[in-house]
T-cell receptor, first 114, second 111 residues
Framework: GAVVSQHPSWVICKSGTSVKIECRSL??????MFWYRQFPKQSLMLMAT?????????EQGVEKDKFLINHASLTLSTLTVTSAHPEDSSFYIC??????????FGPGTRLLVL | GQQVMQIPQYQHVQEGEDFTTYCNSS?????IQWYKQRPGGHPVFLIQ?????EVKKQKRLTFQFGEAKKNSSLHITATQTTDVGTYFC???????????FGQGTRLTINP
């Protein structure tokens, strides 16, 4: 089946630093990728929809200047958490759209901000 | 906003007992997907339901999509310890491309 990778799988950083997370579709082209955040014991919350070659669409309450999304190619989308703070510690998961109704999730990136 | 409600939040069963989780939406869904997330892992796609009244089976798992395409259920027959995890439904509303996840049902099993 289709494979989506994320890098890094986990990251620990100091408060105030920026962290970049990559999401790659390895064997298919994805014009659309979705970024989710999951806090412990909670559901997945959609942060933004990333469209190749255009600006991302952010969900209500998600700061676009804090969570920068770049979808420069059909196989790569990046999420940069700028000036990270402890409350940004979470599990970030991307999903790459394979067809109109099917997407595949990456393995996720665990971020811990100290 | 458009939401997908999922119950129960937690379910603890004895191994061998059945388990069911339910999802409900106030508006019609174009399709619904089910995922399983093991502790410490990421969501793994189980199945997608598209048609009104659709029923699909995967071994001991039975998935249903309501006639009105507003509710869905996942039923596990004779649970095993390998079924432990959190089960999420995720609905796609008509005309939208994004998935809206339910709150999830965490299943724990007493061996």
């Amino acid at each position: 089946g289709a494979v989506v990778s994320q890098h890094p799988s986990w990251v620990i950083c100091k408060s105030g630093t920026s962290v970049k997370i990559e999401c790659r579709s390895l064997d298919f082209q994805a014009t659309t990728m979705f970024w989710y955040r999951q806090f412990p014991k909670q559901s997945l919350m959609l942060m933004a929809t990333s469209n190749e070659g255009s600006k991302a669409t952010y969900e209500q309450g998600v700061e676009k200047d804090k969570f920068l999304i770049n979808h420069a190619s059909l196989t790569l989308s990046t999420l940069t958490v700028t000036s990270a703070h402890p409350e940004d510690s979470s599990f970030y998961i991307c999903s790459a759209r394979f067809s109109l109704t099917t997407g595949y999730f990456g393995p996720g990136t665990r971020l811990l901000v100290l | 906003g458009q939401q997908v409600m999922q119950i129960p939040q937690y379910q603890h069963v004895q191994e061998g007992e059945d388990f069911t989780t339910y999802c409900n939406s106030s508006t019609t869904l174009s399709n619904i997907q089910w995922y399983k997330q093991r502790p410490g892992g990421h969501p793994v796609f189980l199945i997608q339901l598209v048609k009104s009244g659709e029923v699909k089976k995967q071994k001991r798992l039975t998935f249903q999509f309501g006639e009105a395409k507003k509710n869905s259920s996942l039923h596990i027959t004779a649970t095993q310890t390998t079924d432990v995890g959190t089960y999420f439904c995720a609905g796609r509303f008509q005309g939208a491309q994004k998935l809206v996840f339910g709150q999830g049902t965490r299943l724990t099993i007493n061996p």
